[in-house]
């Protein structure tokens, strides 16, 4: 079939939309817990609202897109997303935003089962690879925007000068005042409809999935779920994820908490750094795994991420402001070389065993809760504390982990 660019760049454009409505949780944390005077723990019920989602849809997911095809899949998971963002922004409340973040990350589950098939068919099977890797570009750029979207509505809304702004001044009549925050759930209902106005219109390839990548049947979930390698890699994207998140999520409170930093100012900022951080990080991988073995490639960047988290959480604020970013740098590649291990570690089913591994993004929902409960009892630095274990369960991936096929390197020859 010839490249359809057209429906390569849909696909793009929903790496980037999804990545705007995934990644903004960090930043808004301080917030949450300010404006709805709630515990670390209640805060965190948010994220884990979010990303519990994942789990619930990531398998239900296949099956739809198997039985309806990708534009129906595609535009029922952003109208989901423009119900959830429209329900919050409507009514800024702590009991509504559990409920319409879990909404928005059904839809956001759906739609990555949905992306990756479409885009190898319509960007080619010989250049599924590197769509792959810019998709994640585009998805790491959106992370890394998204936080100054969210200081500038902050910091602008209902000031003199935002009368002068047509959308500042729009924003400023339907967003509560005391919730200045709240104006980005209605920027993420205008992304969601132009997204489904966006997929209504436009023509879309026909998708023929292999065996190999279709969700499956129970059956073979059974099959899988009775090997021991199946249930070691799906605790550890859970605990990659939760790794990933936990940071994200709560440096900017552990920033204000303990050093005093603006949360709408330079702790958005060391959010959005690290979400920079990581998709830099995914072009050095890149290069590494090019010659080194990828277990070696992940333990390298585990020991980097734990000192990392060591100088965050010890060192003075000026240090300590720049050792958070910087996790996310060698945070990176671990995402792929967890899932390219996984996949390689079994000879079948990996259209189902992929399934599995979506579902494990749940850690994203857990971790940051667990985090939030010790930091209730024994302070945020000792609750951030816990990411010790969950990258430490990822470390260990390097030492155990044995895939019948190893990465492909320049020069030297896999173990």
Same mark, same amino acid.
């Given at each position: 079939?010839?490249?359809?660019?057209?429906m390569?760049?849909?696909?793009?454009?929903?790496f980037?939309?999804?990545? !705007?409505?995934?990644?903004?949780?960090g930043?808004? +944390?301080?917030?949450? @817990?300010?404006? #709805?005077k709630?515990?670390?723990?209640?805060a965190a019920?948010?994220?884990?609202?979010? %990303?519990?989602?994942?789990?619930?849809?990531?398998?239900?997911?296949g099956? !739809?897109v198997d039985r $309806?095809?990708?534009?129906?899949?595609?535009?029922?998971?952003?109208?989901?997303?423009?119900?959830?963002?429209?329900? $919050?922004?409507?009514?800024?409340?702590?009991a509504?935003?559990?409920?319409?973040?879990?909404?928005?990350?059904s839809?956001?589950?759906?739609l990555?089962?949905?992306?990756?098939?479409l885009?190898?068919?319509?960007?080619?099977?010989?250049?599924?690879a590197?769509? &792959?890797? %810019?998709?994640?570009?585009?998805?790491?750029t959106? &992370?890394?925007?998204?936080?100054? @979207?969210y200081?500038?509505?902050v !910091?602008?809304?209902?000031?003199?000068?935002?009368?002068?702004?047509?959308? !500042?001044?729009?924003?400023g009549?339907?967003?509560?005042?005391?919730?200045?925050?709240?104006s980005?759930?209605?920027?993420?209902?205008v992304?969601?409809v132009?997204?489904i106005?966006?997929?209504?219109?436009?023509?879309?390839p026909r +998708?023929?999935r292999?065996?190999?990548?279709? =969700?499956?049947?129970?059956?073979?979930y059974?099959?899988?779920?009775?090997?021991?390698a199946?249930?070691?890699?799906?605790?550890?994207?859970f605990?990659?994820v939760?790794?990933?998140q936990?940071?994200?999520d709560?440096?900017?409170?552990?920033?204000?908490?303990?050093?005093?930093?603006?949360?709408?100012t330079t702790?958005?900022a060391?959010?959005?750094?690290?979400w920079?951080?990581?998709?830099?990080?995914?072009?050095?991988g890149?290069?590494l795994?090019?010659? #080194?073995? &990828?277990?070696? *490639?992940?333990?390298?960047?585990?020991s980097? =991420?734990?000192?990392?988290?060591?100088?965050?959480?010890?060192?003075?604020?000026?240090?300590?402001?720049?050792? %958070?970013?910087?996790?996310?740098?060698?945070?990176?590649?671990?995402?792929p070389?967890?899932?390219?291990?996984a996949l390689n570690?079994?000879?079948?089913?990996?259209?189902s065993?992929?399934?599995?591994?979506s579902?494990? @993004?749940?850690?994203g929902?857990v971790?940051p *809760?667990? @985090?939030?409960?010790?930091?209730?009892?024994?302070?945020?630095?000792?609750g951030i504390?816990?990411?010790?274990?969950?990258?430490?369960?990822?470390?260990?991936?390097?030492?155990?982990?044995?895939?019948?096929?190893?990465?492909?390197?320049?020069?030297?020859?896999?173990?």
């Amino acid at each position: 079939m010839p490249r359809n660019r057209y429906m390569v760049g849909i696909v793009f454009l929903t790496f980037f939309v999804m990545s !705007l409505l995934t990644n903004i949780l960090g930043p808004i +944390v301080p917030d949450i @817990i300010t404006s #709805f005077k709630v515990s670390l723990a209640a805060a965190a019920l948010l994220p884990f609202s979010f %990303f519990i989602a994942y789990g619930v849809m990531s398998i239900p997911a296949g099956f !739809l897109v198997d039985r $309806f095809t990708e534009r129906p899949v595609m535009i029922g998971a952003f109208l989901t997303g423009t119900l959830g963002s429209l329900s $919050f922004a409507l009514h800024p409340t702590y009991a509504v935003a559990i409920v319409s973040l879990f909404v928005l990350g059904s839809g956001m589950a759906t739609l990555q089962t949905a992306i990756n098939p479409l885009l190898r068919v319509a960007g080619g099977e010989e250049h599924f690879a590197f769509n &792959s890797a %810019f998709a994640q570009l585009i998805f790491g750029t959106a &992370s890394f925007i998204s936080p100054y @979207i969210y200081t500038y509505l902050v !910091l602008n809304l209902g000031t003199p000068k935002s009368q002068d702004n047509p959308l !500042l001044r729009l924003l400023g009549q339907i967003t509560p005042s005391d919730l200045p925050w709240a104006s980005m759930y209605w920027i993420f209902a205008v992304f969601t409809v132009c997204m489904i106005a966006i997929l209504v219109l436009s023509p879309f390839p026909r +998708v023929t999935r292999t065996a190999e990548e279709s =969700a499956g049947t129970w059956n073979m979930y059974g099959r899988l779920f009775r090997k021991p390698a199946v249930w070691a890699f799906f605790v550890a994207v859970f605990a990659y994820v939760g790794s990933e998140q936990g940071t994200a999520d709560w440096m900017s409170k552990f920033l204000s908490t303990y050093h005093g930093f603006d949360p709408h100012t330079t702790g958005a900022a060391a959010v959005s750094w690290f979400w920079g951080l990581l998709t830099v990080g995914c072009f050095i991988g890149m290069g590494l795994l090019k010659i #080194f073995d &990828s277990r070696y *490639v992940l333990i390298g960047t585990c020991s980097g =991420a734990l000192l990392c988290l060591t100088v965050a959480l010890f060192s003075p604020a000026p240090i300590s402001v720049i050792a %958070f970013p910087a996790i996310g740098l060698f945070a990176s590649v671990m995402w792929p070389i967890l899932v390219s291990l996984a996949l390689n570690s079994v000879s079948e089913h990996h259209g189902s065993f992929a399934g599995i591994l979506s579902t494990g @993004i749940m850690g994203g929902a857990v971790v940051p *809760v667990i @985090i939030g409960r010790i930091g209730d009892h024994g302070g945020l630095r000792a609750g951030i504390s816990f990411l010790f274990l969950t990258f430490g369960v990822v470390l260990m991936v390097g030492f155990w982990a044995r895939p019948l096929i190893s990465n492909a390197m320049i020069g030297l020859k896999s173990p």
